[in-house]
């Protein structure tokens, strides 16, 4: 039964970090971001893949995710 809606709630997105240590904490911010049901941070693609709770609005979201990640890495950045 699948109606596309899994794949709205699932987003890519690109992100500019320097280190693996500094992806990980990116990581866990956003973890701890409420709008968020998981996400993983790929170092060595630059990539953050995040899924969202269901009725969340991904844009609003996003923008907490990254108050957070520059609240423990303050020169990373995530291309929303």
């Not at 630059?46 to 020169?75: H, I």
Request: aromatic share 4%.
């Amino acid at each position: 039964m699948s109606s596309g809606k899994d794949d709205e709630m699932k987003k890519t997105y690109k992100i500019d970090v320097d280190c693996a240590n500094c992806a990980n904490k990116m990581e866990l911010a956003a973890q701890k971001t409420d709008g968020v049901k998981s996400v993983v941070v790929n170092f060595m693609t630059l990539k953050m893949k995040v899924e969202f709770e269901e009725g969340a609005d991904p844009a609003a979201v996003m923008a907490e995710v990254l108050r957070n990640c520059k609240k423990v890495e303050s020169d990373c950045e995530i291309f929303i």
